[in-house]
């Protein structure tokens, strides 16, 4: 039997080969000495041969044959004379943008598809500021500008609340003309609003591409955006103008041909629209609040019901009802009402400074309704009740069923009559309130009074319940905006690739529900069938 010796040498010689020792000129044929082989060894060397590779294979004669050491040497050579090899093409990265076009300031969060996580875009004031008021001047030879690239010494055309004039609702004072172009005509705003969306998507690409450069590299971005639009101008015929200025947004970004002046927008405007019937634009439109519940309805949490949402922007309230359905997993969302109404904190505050110059922001707003009259700040508070009373009673008709549950009925509790719960055993009414002026204990004592100011407990509503929209995991918090996530609920909802949300119902596919009929005693009959008619 062979030795473990041996049997490691054949093994040895099976994987690298034999090395052989070269002839040395000093020894003859006769002194060389002898290897006495195994058995084993000696059956196995014909298998080695015939198995080895060219490259191990004897030498020619007169030459040295080749050792496992000068075989290493050799294939160093050739690795270094061959080729380089080709670079690997970079992969694409999925990464959809949600923009939360706002009236006052416009919010962006990206969503890489990848990793599954959404954050903030610092779209503004240089990367620095992740709020970008929605504002587009026009300098003195025509050339554009974003609201927060203007000195205040320097002479421009301001266009302001870019998102009420698209929707056909302008808001402010009437814009001039410049240089003979008529800036409250239609063309002009829809020029302007894709001129200002096409600018925000090309500073959030730079962006990323600066400060999330570990994400992307070696790869290539595969670019999508959606863009909220308030539910109730979704139900409308101004969704038709959104999608057709989202569309020619998109194209000069992706042509990269956005235009630098007010006179080159209108004719390429003009040019790039028809372009839209023959191409596939990645950028949608999606209703608002449906984006700001996103992380609400995809969480465990989140019980299917009646709920309502306030957001309380810069220069609008945007209110919606809507009936939250889950099931086995299908999740869908039907709105029943939507308003917007601009009450929100710079256009309260602007009525209210009278011209002072400054920001209004929600804690400036506080002060100016303290120093305002009684009978103006009744008026306002009365504004809030008539929006927050058509958004829910809106769908309360809607709604068919008993909204005034017994949330607390156990075998513990027996009720002792028959007749109306007492609002302390109702289930309450979840009403979000979500958007900047949110922080407002005004907007927030404005919106629970409506209850009692217009008896909505007669009316069968439950008692409201003010909250904010829960945070979702998935989120890459700022730094230093911990608790700002109600900025930016719209902008998250949005970044997620469109359709990837629930499914949704509008307004105009729900008719008022139907009575209940009444009961009448058995045996009477009804006057009007009984009645002669000779």
């Given at each position: 039997?062979a030795s473990w010796?041996?049997?490691?040498r054949s093994?040895?010689?099976?994987?690298?080969g034999?090395?052989?020792?070269?002839?040395?000129?000093?020894?003859?044929?006769?002194?060389?000495p002898?290897?006495?082989?195994?058995?084993?060894?000696?059956?196995?060397a014909?298998?080695?041969a015939?198995?080895?590779?060219?490259?191990r294979?004897?030498?020619?004669?007169g030459?040295?044959p080749?050792t496992?050491?000068?075989?290493?040497?050799?294939?160093?050579?050739?690795?270094?004379?061959?080729?380089?090899?080709?670079?690997?093409?970079?992969?694409?990265?999925?990464?959809?943008?949600?923009?939360?076009?706002?009236?006052s300031?416009?919010?962006?969060?990206?969503?890489?598809?990848?990793?599954?996580?959404?954050?903030?875009?610092?779209?503004?004031?240089?990367?620095?500021?992740?709020?970008?008021?929605?504002?587009?001047?026009?300098?003195?030879?025509?050339?554009l500008?974003?609201g927060?690239?203007?000195?205040?010494?320097q002479?421009?055309?301001?266009?302001?609340?870019?998102?009420?004039?698209?929707?056909?609702?302008?808001?402010?004072?009437?814009?001039?003309?410049?240089?003979?172009?008529?800036?409250?005509?239609?063309?002009?705003?829809?020029?302007?609003?894709?001129?200002?969306?096409?600018?925000?998507?090309?500073r959030?690409?730079?962006?990323?591409?600066?400060?999330?450069?570990?994400?992307?590299?070696?790869r290539?971005?595969?670019?999508?955006?959606?863009?909220?639009?308030?539910?109730?101008h979704?139900?409308?015929q101004?969704?038709?103008?959104?999608?057709e200025?989202?569309?020619?947004?998109?194209?000069?970004?992706?042509?990269?041909?956005?235009?630098?002046?007010?006179?080159?927008?209108?004719?390429?405007?003009?040019?790039t629209?028809?372009?839209?019937?023959?191409?596939?634009?990645?950028?949608?439109?999606?209703?608002?609040?449906a984006?700001?519940?996103?992380s609400?309805?995809?969480?465990?949490?989140?019980?299917?019901?009646?709920?309502?949402?306030?957001?309380?922007?810069?220069?609008?309230?945007?209110?919606?009802?809507?009936?939250?359905?889950?099931?086995?997993?299908?999740?869908?969302?039907?709105?029943?009402?939507?308003?917007?109404?601009?009450?929100?904190?710079?256009?309260?505050?602007?009525?209210?400074?009278?011209g002072?110059?400054g920001?209004?922001?929600?804690?400036?707003?506080?002060?100016?309704?303290?120093?305002?009259?009684?009978?103006t700040?009744?008026?306002?508070?009365?504004?809030?009740?008539?929006?927050?009373?058509?958004?829910?009673?809106t769908?309360?008709?809607?709604?068919?069923?008993?909204?005034?549950e017994?949330?607390?009925q156990?075998?513990?509790?027996?009720?002792?009559?028959?007749?109306?719960?007492?609002?302390s055993?109702?289930?309450?009414?979840?009403?979000?309130?979500?958007?900047?002026?949110?922080?407002?204990?005004?907007?927030?004592?404005s919106?629970?009074?409506?209850?009692?100011?217009?008896?909505?407990?007669?009316?069968?509503?439950?008692?409201?319940?003010?909250?904010?929209?829960?945070?979702?995991?998935d989120?890459?918090?700022?730094?230093?905006?911990?608790d700002?996530?109600?900025?930016?609920?719209?902008?998250?909802?949005l970044?997620f690739?469109?359709?990837?949300?629930?499914?949704?119902?509008?307004?105009?596919q729900?008719?008022?529900?139907?009575?209940?009929?009444?009961?009448?005693?058995?045996?009477?009959?009804?006057?009007?069938?009984?009645?002669?008619y000779?």
């Open positions: 039997m010796r041996d049997r490691l093994l040895h010689e099976r994987v690298f034999r090395a052989e020792v070269p002839p040395s000129s000093s020894e003859s044929d006769d002194e060389r002898s290897i006495t082989e195994s058995p084993d060894l000696a059956q196995a014909p298998v080695v015939e198995k080895a590779p060219a490259s294979a004897r030498a020619p004669t030459k040295a080749a496992v050491k000068t075989q290493g040497k050799r294939a160093a050579v050739a690795s270094n004379d061959a080729p380089p090899r080709s670079t690997p093409k970079a992969r694409p990265l999925a990464i959809n943008l949600g923009i939360d076009f706002g009236t300031f416009t919010k962006v969060c990206f969503r890489d598809l990848g990793s599954e996580v959404s954050g903030t875009v610092a779209a503004g004031k240089g990367g620095k500021e992740a709020l970008v008021p929605s504002i587009v001047a026009i300098g003195s030879d025509g050339r500008f974003l927060d690239s203007v000195s205040g010494k002479a421009a055309v301001i266009v302001p609340y870019l998102k009420m004039r698209l929707a056909g609702g302008p808001i402010g004072e009437r814009l001039p003309e410049f240089g003979g172009i008529d800036l409250n005509k239609a063309e002009s705003v829809r020029a302007l609003a894709a001129w200002f969306l096409a600018s925000v998507i090309q959030s690409q730079q962006w990323l591409a600066v400060h999330e450069a570990d994400r992307l590299k070696n290539v971005a595969d670019w999508s955006a959606n863009v909220g639009v308030p539910v109730e979704y139900d409308s101004a969704l038709a103008t959104f999608e200025v989202l569309g020619v947004a998109w194209l000069w970004v992706k042509d990269d041909l956005v235009p630098k002046t007010l006179q080159q927008a209108l004719p390429s405007y003009r040019l629209q028809p372009r839209l019937a023959a191409e596939v634009t990645d950028f949608h439109a999606v209703p608002e609040i984006a700001a519940v996103q609400f309805v995809m969480s465990r949490e989140a019980v299917p019901g009646i709920y309502v949402y306030f957001d309380v922007g810069g220069g609008t309230v945007d209110g919606v009802a809507f009936n939250y359905l889950n099931f086995r997993g299908e999740r869908r969302i039907n709105f029943y009402s939507g308003k917007v109404e601009p009450l929100g904190v710079s256009a309260i505050g602007a009525s209210l400074a009278q002072a110059p920001e209004i922001d929600a804690v400036r707003l506080e002060k100016l309704l303290k120093a305002c009259s009684q009978s700040l009744a008026e306002l508070v009365l504004r809030i009740h008539k929006l927050v009373a058509y958004v829910v009673m769908a309360r008709r809607k709604d068919g069923r008993n909204w005034q017994d949330a607390f156990s075998a513990d509790y027996e009720r002792k009559f028959i007749g109306r719960l007492s609002t055993r109702m289930r309450p009414l979840i009403v979000f309130i979500g958007g900047g002026g949110s922080k407002s204990e005004w907007y927030k004592g919106i629970e009074s409506t209850y009692t100011a217009f008896k909505h407990h007669s009316a069968g509503v439950p008692p409201y319940k003010l909250v904010e929209v829960p945070r979702p995991k989120f890459i918090v700022p730094k230093g905006s911990a700002e996530f109600i900025r930016f609920a719209i902008s998250y909802g970044s690739p469109f359709g990837e949300g629930p499914d949704i119902g509008l307004p105009s729900f008719g008022a529900a139907e009575e209940p009929r009444q009961w009448t005693p058995p045996g009477v009959v009804d006057y009007a069938d009984s009645k002669d000779c």
